[in-house]
């Protein structure tokens, strides 16, 4: 019941933060991600596939095949269903963008609460609910309007956490099947969740060579995870791209990284039936020998995906990526936004110092559930130092890390007579954890997030593309500042050829020849593509920035001298919409 409650609050919470904005559903959507899955659920109910993921007003007329799964779609797709004959479509859309990533919230603090419960010191130790606290970086994935698959995604990890801490206490399999279950969904929704598998991996083989796991918890894992990512490849993706070789969406990659852990399992199973390895170091270099030789099998089988899932980007549309804030290095996210940089690697730094406090107090060095947090902290660091995307995975790490400092702090509360003593410690912890996370980005100097109508707000020039007597009055393909695609989709019939997405070759590639290429580029690629309009954005940083090229377009367009081929439609607060003249459209 206090559990229930505890949810009911986050969700009353969460969902606060976005009824000053229900009026208007493009201002409740946070982000270009958010945007395009709004954009892909909708599409799906009007009568799109189920495996057909293709964006076809994406770089029309062929589309770009969109590397999203239809599992993260789910939840948006079953409240706009659900609520679309009482309300209509566009209100039901409203509403769900409104509700769910709040639903999502409170069933993450569920879930953390649950998941936290074997790593408490003893049974008699108190559960401080006042914890979940510690997830405000994860909750800002659940906030009204952030539809993108991260908070599921969060919610997935959660529970793979718990299940996690709960295959460390050997008593049944039940705990390691749901591991892999929850990993193989989480996977099959976005690859982001694959250090972390690697790192249960790799916690159930250290407990299993220490004799503090068993080798059928490794071997069920694996074989799970093994089982889960093969059936939801085939039930999520065409039969056409059961064997396509994709390294950025779930494929027969990700299968045989999971048939790896699998086979450790097998080799520990068979050298615990042989009884030959009686030394941890032995069991340990068996383990290891295995996993590095899968390894290395899976990357002789797909060279191709060795370097990553952007390992094939080339430089001509490479420049995308500098402008997404997810893909950043936590260093450059150092040099650029470093109030939040300190916002997204203090809660882990310090739950790394509480594990080492405590281990250096504690009797029994050697539980295996210290052992699991700190690797999974430190995967989530790593992660982030990488790209900041997994800020929310390290927090939420970082939240469970702290589960047993914050119970020793309960226990001593349960036993003080004084009221205020025990107020103070049981909220000590979770209250400290909030303000090392909200202090810095209060505090320190320097430019907070923003959101898509900062770069180009698109509603200013609206009426002139919905305008039924000019571009409104037909589908019209339009060359825009690449952020601004997903919003187009969604606040029009029109196509665009760009957004942010590295599948988007072609029109990556044709929007930087138009706006940061030359006079002669820009007006052949307009008359090649059957581009009808134009949009610029004097606050968008214009592709001329990364081109290192002449940009005759983006410099004439800022400097508001428009070529004679471009006809002023309207403009707004930095914003300007131009029609291709007639002569140019005949061209083609």
């Known amino acids: 019941m206090q559990y229930c409650a505890v949810a009911l609050l986050c969700f009353a919470l969460l969902l606060s933060a976005g009824l000053g904005r229900q009026g208007d559903t493009a201002a409740l959507l946070r982000d270009t991600d958010d945007f395009m899955r709004t954009i892909q659920v909708v599409d799906w109910l009007d009568?799109?596939?189920?495996?057909?993921?293709?964006?076809?007003?994406?770089?029309?007329?062929?589309?770009?095949?969109?590397?999203?799964?239809?599992?993260?779609?789910l939840p948006l797709a079953a409240s706009v269903s659900l609520a679309e004959p009482w309300l209509g479509r566009a209100a039901a859309v409203h509403l769900a963008a409104l509700t769910v990533p709040p639903v999502l919230g409170a069933l993450l603090a569920l879930t953390f609460l649950w998941g936290a419960v074997p790593l408490l010191p003893n049974r008699r130790a108190p559960l401080p609910v006042v914890m979940v606290a510690t997830l405000i970086v994860p909750f800002g994935f659940m906030l009204p309007g952030r539809v993108?698959?991260?908070?599921?995604?969060?919610?997935?990890?959660?529970?793979?956490?718990?299940?996690?801490?709960?295959?460390?206490?050997?008593?049944?399999?039940?705990?390691?099947?749901?591991l892999g279950i929850a990993g193989g969904i989480s996977l099959a929704i976005g690859l982001e969740t694959l250090p972390f598998l690697g790192a249960a991996a790799v916690i159930l083989s250290l407990a299993w060579a220490g004799r503090r796991g068993t080798a059928s918890a490794l071997a069920c894992f694996g074989a799970v995870l093994t089982a889960s990512s093969l059936v939801l490849?085939?039930?999520?993706?065409?039969p056409s791209a059961w064997t396509a070789m994709a390294c950025d969406s779930m494929s027969l990659v990700h299968v045989a990284l999971s048939a790896t852990v699998f086979a450790g399992g097998v080799a520990a199973l068979a050298l615990d039936r042989l009884r030959s390895g009686k030394s941890w170091p032995w069991r340990l270099v068996t383990v290891s020998g295995v996993g590095i030789a899968g390894l290395a099998l899976v990357v002789a089988v797909f060279p191709q995906c060795a370097g990553g899932p952007y390992a094939g980007l080339s430089g001509d549309i490479g420049y995308w990526l500098l402008r997404v804030n997810e893909a950043q290095s936590l260093a450059d996210l150092f040099g650029w936004k470093p109030r939040v940089a300190v916002s997204a690697v203090i809660l882990p730094l310090a739950a790394l110092a509480a594990l080492g406090w405590q281990w250096m107090r504690a009797s029994d060095r050697s539980d295996p559930r210290r052992l699991a947090?700190?690797?999974?902290?430190?995967?989530?660091l790593a992660v982030t130092a990488w790209q900041v995307r997994g800020m929310g995975h390290a927090a939420l790490a970082a939240g469970f890390a702290l589960i047993p400092l914050a119970?020793?702090?309960?226990?001593?509360?349960?036993?003080?007579?004084?009221?205020?003593?025990?107020?103070?410690?049981?909220?000590?912890?979770?209250?400290?954890?909030?303000?090392?996370?909200?202090?810095?980005?209060?505090?320190?100097?320097?430019?907070?997030?923003?959101?898509?109508?900062?770069?180009?707000?698109?509603?200013?020039?609206?009426?002139?593309?919905?305008?039924?007597?000019?571009?409104?009055a037909e589908q019209r393909t339009l060359a825009a500042p690449i952020d601004a695609g997903p919003a187009l989709l969604f606040l029009t019939r029109h196509g665009v050829l760009a957004g942010p997405y590295h599948?988007?070759?072609?029109?990556?590639?044709?929007?930087?020849?138009?706006?940061?290429?030359?006079e002669a580029e820009a007006r052949a690629t307009v008359v090649e593509r059957g581009v009808d309009a134009i949009l610029f954005c004097r606050k968008f940083e214009g592709l001329s920035n990364y081109a290192n090229r002449p940009a005759f377009l983006d410099d004439r367009l800022a400097a508001g001298r428009p070529p004679g081929w471009l006809i002023p439609v309207a403009r707004g607060e930095g914003i300007a919409l131009y029609r291709v003249a007639p002569d140019t459209v005949a061209a083609r």
């Open 148 to 178: 993108d698959h991260h908070g599921l995604q969060l919610l997935l990890i959660a529970l793979a956490m718990g299940c996690l801490f709960r295959t460390l206490q050997p008593s049944d399999l039940w705990p390691a099947v749901g």
């Open 233 to 238: 490849l085939l039930l999520t993706r065409p």
């Open 47 to 73: 009568g799109q596939g189920w495996s057909d993921t293709v964006q076809r007003r994406l770089d029309p007329p062929e589309g770009v095949d969109m590397h999203w799964s239809r599992l993260a779609d």
């Open 503 to 518: 599948r988007n070759v072609r029109g990556l590639t044709d929007n930087r020849r138009i706006f940061a290429g030359t």
């Open 407 to 472: 119970a020793a702090a309960g226990e001593r509360a349960r036993r003080s007579r004084r009221m205020s003593v025990r107020l103070g410690l049981l909220g000590c912890v979770p209250l400290a954890c909030a303000f090392a996370v909200i202090a810095p980005v209060k505090l320190m100097p320097g430019p907070v997030a923003t959101g898509w109508k900062d770069g180009c707000d698109v509603t200013a020039v609206l009426a002139a593309l919905n305008d039924p007597a000019g571009l409104g």
């Open 373 to 380: 947090l700190a690797v999974l902290v430190l995967t989530g």
